[in-house]
């Protein structure tokens, strides 16, 4: 029911913490932020009461997988058009399922009753006159726009479309809605698609592939593809809607993950601009993107909005007067450790890039109302920072310090409400307005995590490959006693253009092993994001030996620095490319380890050059082919060091996994069978690339666990 309150909060008392400075997916050794929110730092959360006190624990309670699964999240704040109010995303998980609803709180009274606005619903948006908002919903059995108003009554539907909506935009005339959804390019609207599926049921799933995208990251492509679609707002729900993208054979958004902040309406209504490849062009072939404007009301085809662009450009947003463009634009569209810039072009076509001596790529861009700055989250020395970007000056200034900052919106009077977490507390609702400091204005999981203890990160750093600055973090068990020595899990992260950050975790949380009496120790080894263009090119072409450099030197400063690290009792773990590590060290650095775990690792380099998604991606980073250059596919190929395979590994690999295929882990498998090496391998038949569904997480950490416990306890 709207209107409904379901909880209060108390204020939090301000606890200074020491927090690391340095994270997972950034730079090295930022120094914390300076900015509005630069406070963040000393911030944390004291007790917090919901619907009835917590229980007060005499001794910790085990921070268990189950526990990790079923906490609340928090996500999507949205301030009102003035600020005064935020909107946001609770997520409650249970053996049963997850439930969303959307929440209302007042920023400036944090401590007050939030309201529960409507239940079974995500991606808050408000209407340009704060009265409504608009949110996705799967109330009528598929996911569709509804609407409610803040004043009371019950949500009603928007949209009765006959396909799921993905996301949607409001104009600023609050006139037309633009969405996105899956279709079929050819068709002449969204009945053709779903007359098209309901046709293809019960019949043969056989396809026939005529090109190199046969399929990408979880899906096998089947002729659907996202598209743009126009709804003129009225009193009853819209059953059709204008296709915006008709017969673009390319995905808009890009999939996965492309969202709204892939495009964006044009002030006076009339026109779209968005972010894809050329129509024809999959995500298999080229990662290069461009943006392209399409008229709203459907009279003409998609035309590039700048035909002299190379590169790539994307996240288009204009600016509150209208008079400009904000985008992101790489130089060159290789690979997602690029370096990416955000550029302002004016109505005149001059252009402006921004945060020209900042060496990070900004992501999530959104202009600040007043329309002075950009804002935009920055990968930046193992934290995720929320950065302002001085139009006029085109400095750079971080608003946020030690953390991971994941979600944000901004309203005038300098208000901003930004998702931040890390790797001791998830992601809760803070705000700030000016120079005041940040309130914490969610509490969502608290309860459930009320005497749980957790382990406080630190964040070092030492010389590796080519002696350049390298930075870790270690974990300590939840536990740590002075004098006493721990088992040690040594995580290496994917990508390699990925990083770990001061960040909380769904997938793989340090904090799970240090309260079973584990420490944690992380390495963002030559490759990885947020250290600068160059760190994250360093890896091209040299997958198995400079970041094993940095592995096995971090691994030395760490067992130097941190006396309870047990360097006889340590297990290396890895998923993806750091799973394609593990096989790799298990040939030829398999010294040190009591044990091996390798979740969807690459096992053999050159079938998987050719086997995987994403064909330019492995040609960018072996230089070249495995067809025209096999000699760079062989020269760090796991498969011809595995007659040296000696410790006890485990494999685990998901059943829907396209990115990298079973087989891999398959055939790691089986190798370790035969030479007789301990080993399992734990298949999971509904997993794709990434292990999120409950059970699946469960059973996963249930076989880590037991691996871990058997071989180090």
């Avoid at 634009?329 to 921004?354: N, T």
Wanted: glycine share 12%; net charge neutral; hydrophobic share 40%.
């Amino acid at each position: 029911m709207g209107g409904e309150i379901i909880f209060t909060g108390h204020p939090a008392a301000a606890t200074p913490l020491v927090r690391p400075n340095d994270g997972g997916r950034k730079g090295g050794g930022a120094s914390p932020g300076r900015g509005v929110l630069a406070a963040l730092v000393g911030l944390a959360a004291a007790a917090w009461l919901g619907v009835g006190a917590s229980p007060v624990h005499a001794q910790p309670r085990p921070f268990t997988p189950e526990l990790l699964v079923d906490l609340d999240r928090v996500s999507s704040p949205r301030l009102s058009p003035d600020g005064r109010t935020l909107a946001y995303v609770v997520r409650k998980a249970s053996p049963a399922g997850a439930t969303t609803s959307i929440l209302l709180a007042d920023p400036a009274r944090p401590d007050a009753p939030h309201r529960r606005l409507a239940e079974g619903a995500s991606d808050p948006a408000w209407s340009n006159d704060g009265a409504t908002l608009y949110f996705l919903s799967r109330r009528g059995g598929s996911q569709q726009v509804w609407r409610v108003a803040l004043a009371g009554g019950e949500p009603g539907p928007v949209t009765k479309l006959p396909v799921d909506v993905g996301g949607f935009r409001l104009s600023r005339d609050g006139r037309t809605l633009v969405l996105f959804a899956d279709a079929f390019p050819d068709c002449p609207d969204l009945a053709c698609t779903r007359a098209r599926l309901d046709a293809q049921k019960g019949r043969s799933a056989n396809m026939l592939y005529r090109d190199v995208g046969v399929r990408f990251y979880d899906t096998w492509e089947d002729g659907l593809r996202n598209g743009l679609f126009a709804v003129r707002l009225g009193d009853q729900p819209a059953t059709d809607a204008v296709p915006l993208t008709r017969s673009w054979m390319a995905d808009a958004p890009a999939r996965p993950g492309g969202g709204v902040g892939t495009f964006d309406i044009a002030p006076d209504g009339g026109s779209v601009v968005f972010t894809s490849r050329q129509s024809g062009a999959s995500a298999s072939s080229t990662a290069a993107q461009m943006l392209y404007r399409t008229p709203i009301d459907g009279a003409g085809p998609p035309a590039r909005l700048d035909p002299a662009a190379t590169g790539a450009d994307t996240t288009p947003a204009f600016s509150p007067d209208g008079r400009s463009l904000a985008f992101l634009h790489q130089d060159k569209a290789l690979s997602d450790g690029g370096r990416a810039w955000i550029v302002v072009r004016d109505a005149a076509g001059a252009e402006r890039r921004l945060g020209q001596d900042l060496d990070r790529s900004p992501q999530d861009i959104a202009w600040a109302p007043d329309g002075r700055a950009v804002l935009a989250i920055v990968e930046d020395g193992g934290q995720q920072r929320l950065y302002r970007f001085d139009v006029a000056t085109a400095r750079a200034e971080p608003l946020t310090g030690e953390g991971t900052v994941t979600d944000f919106d901004a309203a005038p009077g300098g208000a901003i409400a930004y998702l931040h977490d890390t790797f001791e507390r998830p992601s809760e609702v803070f705000f700030a307005r000016g120079k005041a400091a940040p309130r914490q204005i969610t509490r969502a999981g608290e309860d459930q995590l009320a005497g749980v203890a957790m382990a406080k990160s630190e964040s070092f750093s030492f010389a590796g490959w080519n002696g350049e600055t390298v930075q870790g973090f270690v974990v300590p068990p939840a536990d740590l006693r002075a004098g006493q020595q721990y088992p040690v899990v040594f995580v290496i992260h994917g990508g390699p253009h990925g990083a770990y950050d001061n960040a909380w975790s769904y997938l793989r949380n340090p904090q799970v092993w240090a309260s079973r009496g584990y420490a944690t120790v992380f390495i963002n080894f030559h490759g990885s994001t947020g250290f600068g263009e160059a760190f994250a090119a360093s890896v091209q072409g040299h997958w198995g030996d400079r970041p094993l450099e940095d592995l096995q030197k971090g691994w030395a400063a760490a067992l130097a620095r941190y006396p309870y690290l047990d360097g006889k009792r340590a297990c290396a773990l890895g998923s993806s490319y750091g799973g394609y590590m593990v096989d790799w060290i298990a040939g030829v650095w398999n010294e040190p380890w009591r044990c091996l775990i390798s979740h969807a690792g690459v096992f053999d380099v050159r079938a998987g050059g050719l086997s995987g998604d994403l064909v330019w991606y492995k040609d960018v980073q072996a230089g070249g082919s495995p067809i025209t250059a096999p000699e760079a596919y062989e020269r760090f190929n796991p498969r011809n060091h595995v007659a040296r395979w000696t410790k006890p590994i485990l494999l685990t690999h998901g059943g829907k996994d396209l990115r990298v295929t079973v087989n891999e882990s398959v055939s790691a498998f089986i190798a370790a069978q035969r030479l007789g090496v301990p080993s399992e391998f734990l298949y999971l038949p509904d997993a794709n690339h990434l292990v999120t569904r409950r059970q699946d997480t469960l059973d996963w950490y249930g076989a880590v666990n037991g691996w871990l416990d058997r071989w180090t306890r």
